[in-house]
């Protein structure tokens, strides 16, 4: 196959199964430049919606597995085990946010935000010498999402002190920028619930509760 073009490669690569593709960027450096655009991510994610090609991935205590779902049964198939490539203690992983593979997730141990593609084992600490990067659960709100640029972001907001700080996270400039956000007085109030952010057709949604 490495005598294909290159525009071969990549029909072909981006119909096959997520362990296919992290398994296929250690061939050549070729196939990883490839597989790392952002273009592969897009088609090889929109290419993966079909039923028959979608995963669950399930965290117990120490244990993370991925399991292919049964849509006739409504059941799991069986599971492969994933390794989970960061240090964590027992329970300690929340999934707050995905798009297109990548997670964002809380090391609940210390707070922090991580963003962990479970298919390559690649991870980022996004927590910073000044606070940033750090979630509290039940007050703040997480949501991932890809801009005009296709490059990925987490959106933090953040609830103390009577206020509401909102935070942008940029993959690829690895950085922190505060931004505006319009708020009402009852955001504030300690029982107000933010959901998990979902991105869905260009606006990340959150639900308040």
Request: with cysteine.
């Amino acid at each position: 196959m490495a005598d294909l073009p290159i525009e071969t490669i990549f029909e072909i690569l981006t119909r096959v199964p997520a362990k296919v593709v992290g398994r296929s960027r250690s061939v050549c450096k070729e196939w990883y430049a490839l597989l790392s655009t952002r273009d592969f991510i897009r088609v090889h994610c929109s290419r993966s919606l079909v039923s028959s090609n979608q995963r669950v991935l399930l965290i117990d205590d120490l244990t993370c597995s991925v399991h292919p779902i049964i849509f006739q049964s409504y059941d799991y198939g069986p599971r492969s085990i994933v390794t989970l490539p960061f240090d964590h203690q027992n329970n300690d992983v929340s999934i707050l946010s995905h798009l297109n593979g990548l997670l964002c997730v809380c090391l609940n141990h210390t707070n922090e935000l991580l963003l962990w593609n479970p298919t390559t084992t690649a991870f980022k600490r996004l927590s910073t010498p000044d606070s940033l990067g750090i979630y509290i659960n039940n007050l703040d709100a997480v949501g991932l999402y890809a801009d005009d640029a296709d490059d990925y972001k987490v959106l933090h907001i953040k609830r103390k002190w009577g206020v509401y700080e909102s935070y942008v996270y940029s993959r690829e400039l690895n950085f922190w920028r505060n931004i505006p956000f319009l708020t009402r007085q009852e955001y504030l109030s300690p029982n107000f619930y933010w959901s998990p952010g979902t991105f869905c057709g260009g606006t990340l949604y959150f639900t308040s509760l």
